[in-house]
């Protein structure tokens, strides 16, 4: 294995930096903003500089951001070092870079996707493909952008406003990135070019599928469609990378219909040329550079979303696995049933800046610019208004109705634009037509007509299609004529040439589905809902929830109809949650479960909505017993926020909630001023856990937030972490503690400003919360001076049962002020000390507290240099703990030594979960001997064998109890090693994650025995949900084999891999493949 001088470097740097060092680096990078400070905060120096690395901040050749970093940390000598490998990196050949993405075609080679050059840089044209049949490909391409000018540079997003017509490039939608393969994250992006930057996504690979959602009207379809346009005049970086850019409506698709019929059939105008098998011919030729956009996958057909059908296929890989794909869809529609997304980006509603500038813009082409400043002004007063045009298709129609009749513009609900819009259509008609428009309601012929579009457009709801074919309007004897001169509708022959047909087509989907309220409304009063919207389940709920929206808009009856239904369905499915389920676990938890949690949540939201469109106390009733958990993670700028208010508002002793879970992000408003507005009058019995983001640094805000919960004195949780919290604003809140004696959970973490003077303003309040049990002060800033005042007063919470104090620099001085206090809680069950700069003398002092702390069940002192002497301290006092689920030893500097300690305790803590023993210096022996300690028979087991007896110890066997284990990155640990390792994991089939990766600095081998071995296991890993194999090399056929398992198990979301460990010539495009 050839050397790394930089990696040698990192390991060198991490190992040798003294604390206070390692301080310094973190704050510099993430006071910075280099890296994010929550990655940050956990992370060695060795972790940091590969992250710098993967994120593209060291580039080959090019050390200078580490080494201006080592000297602002006073480590000249590692600076030095940094630019002396750097300038050998320059002299030497020229190493691969990340920002040269690499894909495979289908015939092995490779092509690049390049980044976006900076201005001024010259950028290769991308290399034409050669085929046999270049000439046709030209053609066909030709054909494509031809129709794709043709047909969507310009659109009339108002169907019966003739003289409003935008161009694409008139659109701007504001992105979100919310996941990639990496986990979680929240960047706002410039357009979907930075999608193929790793700077921007850590990703060392081009993504190969990508999923953009977003609410309804959010712009999904202008979106995609100004994609296409652009991409095919090779205006992005998208385009240029892509020579065949295919724009498929997944509403025209049928069930049956072949990738090759769906392009001839929507995607280019006839030609002799272009049949259904040239075009097969063109994308099996050119596959690396076809980019389908697949727009409205929630509209696509039941039966073409089937398993084993064409767009199923595509997404996941099984069809043209080395193309691109871009998917559109509502939220939740089923998209990660095929496909596991490389990236996940949200379609984020307008900003105030986008709002004014699309008001502009529409005044500006209906001629009329002095409306703008009169509606901004007017929508800035109006705060139910204001949340909804966070939504462009909502703005719209507010400008719209400003437009014709300002008194129309007062409501702030979706079924009064819509409402109101009806009206403003029918005057219209009325005008031109010469009829007469009653006072009250609408013309009987008119309204007749719509009620029928009302029962068309539901029918086609349920059948999830957004278009109502002209032969069945016909047969129902629907006015269609009446219909097309109002505008709620408009007729268009089908973009499909082989389904041709005559269809009227919704001015929007959100139109097709408030005229399917409407009718609904209506025909609740003689017909059931059950039968009338098949509404069986709460997933048909989720499902219909616009349609449920917008009937409960119409009517209070209807309203009150819908949320009967929604209770009765509520209580079947629902039965089994409670209100701690929702809490965060330290233990790993259940995967069905976490799903119907999750589920609830979207239940909860859909509840509050629904409030938001009928404010009235009969739905706040049917609330009450929907959901007897309320609960709502959202921005205050949403309409759920807006639902919640009234709710709130009408809450009383007999209509209390088991619990209030609140967790409301900073939007344009003032977080304390909405709560303001809630919190109107006393709740003396209300459950509240609330969790506040935003800047809470100053006294006054702070003082603002204790008049609210003045009112909650039942409030139960209140996590302030992440808030800017100073020593003086916390005072304020320190002193409402005495409005908060049922207090039971306090979360402080990452308030960096509050340092040794917060504590002392915090310590004075502890005596008036006496029932708290969770206190969590992670990142603080912290030290022994601070620990040591604060321990005095902690005598007062003898209820606690989790205590939190990691990444403070406490030192062994202030462990020794914490230990003296510690037995007193006898309650214990949570303590979280990682990083707080223990040693083997502090365990030694730990160790007789912990003896006393008979309930624990987690015990996590990650980052702490305890050594081999501090692990067998704490070892020989295990078997007081038997209550142990998780123990974290991660970078503890211990070795085989002190793990063999730790294996003769292992058979006391008969129910351990999660079991962490990554980056330390473990060897081979030390490894194999704790994995198969973790499958032997408990203490007890071996107790009960006869004398000689060994058949207990040598037989095989199973611990269905160990969940999680982390055995990696540890400097002794070699491939034969994490090869016997795979020969044995399979006796612990309840693992739901497992690292078992190399060491950085010396990497390893699995064989190919021993990587079978690996492939054989997982099928006997059925609960698996990630595999970590960073840092090992294998052979092409091991390689191959490990992720074909990986592929095909069922629940295994994610096998990580080192880019750079990959064997030449494989398939690497599995989804499941996460790098580093």
């Known amino acids: 294995m050839a050397a790394n001088p930089r990696q040698d470097l990192y390991l060198e740097i991490s190992r040798n930096l003294v604390d ?89 080679e490779e092509f690049s996707v390049k980044k976006k050059p900076a201005p001024g840089e010259q950028e290769d044209a991308p290399a034409p493909v050669e085929t046999k049949s270049s000439s046709l490909t030209d053609v066909f391409q030709q054909c494509v952008k031809k129709y794709y000018e043709l047909k969507l540079s310009h659109f009339k997003p108002l169907i019966w406003n003739d003289n409003f017509t935008l161009t694409l490039s008139d659109i701007f939608t504001q992105l979100e990135l919310t996941q990639t393969r990496m986990g979680k994250q929240r960047k706002e992006l410039k357009s979907l070019d930075d999608l193929f930057d790793p700077d921007v996504t850590g990703l060392s690979s081009a993504p190969r599928c990508i999923l953009i959602e977003g609410e309804a009207g959010g712009g999904k379809t202008t979106f995609l469609s100004k994609e296409a346009l652009d991409a095919v005049s090779q205006k992005t970086e998208l385009g240029k990378q892509h020579s065949t850019v295919l724009f498929i409506r997944l509403r025209e698709v049928k069930e049956g219909e072949t990738i090759e019929e769906m392009v001839w059939d929507q995607c280019a105008p006839k030609r002799k040329a272009v049949t259904v098998e040239s075009i097969e011919t063109i994308l099996e030729q050119n596959e690396s550079r076809v980019l389908f956009l697949l727009d409205g996958y929630d509209e696509l057909r039941p039966e073409a979303r089937a398993v084993g059908h064409t767009i199923p296929k595509l997404l996941s890989g099984k069809l043209y696995p080395n193309s691109t794909i871009v998917v559109t869809s509502r939220p939740s529609a089923g998209v990660q049933q095929h496909t596991r997304p490389d990236c996940h980006v949200h379609i984020m509603g307008f900003s105030r800046r986008h709002v004014e500038k699309h008001m502009q813009q529409y005044f500006t082409v209906v001629k009329k610019q002095e409306l703008t400043k009169n509606l901004v002004v007017h929508i800035k007063g109006n705060e139910l208004l204001n949340n909804l045009i966070q939504t462009p298709m909502f703005l719209m129609l507010v400008c719209v109705l400003w437009e014709e009749d300002q008194e129309m513009v007062s409501t702030g609900t979706m079924t009064g634009l819509y409402d109101n819009l009806l009206t403003c259509l029918v005057r219209k008609y009325c005008k031109r037509e010469g009829v007469d428009m009653p006072t009250e309601g609408l013309p009987t012929e008119v309204a007749k007509s719509l009620l029928q579009l009302g029962k068309l457009a ?59 309220g409407k009718y609904v409304a209506h025909a609740l009063l003689n017909q059931d809902i059950v039968k009338l919207l098949q509404l069986t389940s709460i997933t048909k709920a989720l499902e219909l929830s616009n349609l449920l929206q917008f009937t409960c808009g119409c009517d209070s009856l209807a309203a009150q109809a819908v949320m009967e239904e929604l209770s009765k369905i509520s209580s079947r499915e629902f039965t089994h949650l409670r209100p701690e389920q929702f809490e965060w676990s330290h233990m790993p938890k259940d995967r069905d479960k976490q799903k119907s949690c999750k589920t609830y949540e979207e239940f909860a939201a859909l509840c509050l909505t629904i409030l938001s469109e009928r404010q009235e106390p009969e739905v706040v009733q049917g609330i009450s017993q929907a959901l007897p958990i309320v609960m709502l993670d959202s921005s205050i700028n949403s309409r759920e926020v807006t639902g919640l208010k009234y709710y709130i508002q009408n809450l009383h002793s007999a ?74 604003s916390l005072q304020p809140l320190v002193q409402g503690f005495s409005h908060m004696s049922l207090l039971e959970e306090l979360d402080l973490t990452e308030n960096r400003d509050l340092g040794d003077a917060g504590m002392e303003v915090l310590q004075v309040g502890l005596s008036s919360v006496p029932h708290l049990a969770v206190l969590r002060l992670e990142g603080v800033n912290m030290t022994a001076v601070g620990m040591s005042s604060l321990a005095a007063y902690m005598r007062h919470l003898v209820g606690l049962t989790e205590l939190d104090i990691s990444w403070n620099k406490i030192g062994d001085t202030g462990l020794e002020s914490l230990t003296t206090i510690l037995p007193i809680f006898t309650a214990m069950q949570v303590l979280v000390l990682w990083d707080i700069s223990i040693s083997p003398t502090g365990m030694h002092m730990l160790v007789p507290a912990l003896c006393q702390l008979t309930r624990l069940i987690k015990l996590d002192i990650t980052g702490n240099a305890i050594g081999d002497p501090g692990l067998e301290c704490l070892a020989s006092i295990l078997h007081h703990l038997t209550a142990m689920k998780v123990l974290d030893l991660s970078e503890t500097d211990i070795s085989d030594r002190g793990i063999s300690s730790l294996i003769k305790a292992l058979p006391h803590l008969v129910q351990l979960q999660v079991l962490g023993v990554s980056e330390n210096n473990i060897g081979d022996s030390g490894i194999v001997s704790l994995v198969q300690t973790l499958y032997q028979p408990s203490s007890l087991d071996i107790v009960q064998n006869p004398p000689g007896d060994k058949s207990l110890t040598t037989a095989p066997h199973c611990n269905t109890t160990l969940q999680v284990l982390y055995i990696g990155f540890n400097s002794g640990v070699t491939g034969a090693g994490l090869g016997r390792v795979a020969q044995v994991i399979s006796a612990l089939p309840a693992l739901t994650r497992l690292c078992m990766s190399g060491y950085p600095r010396t990497p390893a081998h699995l064989s190919d025995t021993a990587a079978m071995a690996l492939a054989e296991a997982l099928p006997r890993l059925p609960a698996l949900e990630r595999l970590d194999l960073f840092f090992i090399s294998m052979e092409p056929a091991g390689f191959q084999a490990v992720v074909q398992a990986a592929k095909e198990h069922p629940t295994l979301e994610g096998l990580g891999y080192s880019k750079d460990r990959v064997p030449e010539g494989v398939d690497t495009t599995a989804s499941c493949l996460r790098w580093f």
């Open 458 to 516: 539901l029918e086609a709801l349920l059948r999830n299609e957004t278009l109502v074919d002209l032969t069945e309007v016909k047969r129902e004897k629907v006015n269609w004529k009446l219909l097309l001169k109002l505008g709620v509708v408009s007729l268009e022959a089908s973009s499909s040439k082989l389904h041709p047909r005559k269809q009227l087509n919704f001015s929007h989907k959100t139109m097709q589905e408030f005229l399917a």
């Open 20 to 108: 206070q060092e390692l301080t310094d680096l973190r704050n510099y990078v993430s006071g910075a903003k280099i890296l994010p400070a929550g990655f940050v905060q956990h992370a060695d120096a060795h972790q940091i500089c590969n992250q710098l690395e993967k994120e593209q901040k060291l580039k080959p050749g090019d050390l200078s951001l580490l080494a201006d970093l080592l000297r602002k940390i006073g480590r000249h000598d590692y600076a030095e070092k940094a630019e002396t490998i750097a300038e050998s990196e320059r002299k030497g050949s020229p190493q691969p870079c990340t920002s040269q993405l690499k894909r495979k075609r289908d015939d092995g």
């Open 655 to 728: 209509n209390l909630p088991d619990r209030l879970i609140l967790k409301i992000h900073r939007g344009t408003g003032s977080t304390v001023q909405y709560l303001q507005q809630c919190f109107t009058t006393s709740l003396p019995g209300l459950r509240l856990d609330l969790g506040l983001s935003g800047r809470f640094d100053s006294p006054d805000e702070t003082a603002k937030l204790i008049s609210v919960l003045k009112t909650v004195p039942g409030l139960r949780v209140l996590n302030l972490s992440f808030t800017n919290l100073t020593p003086s």
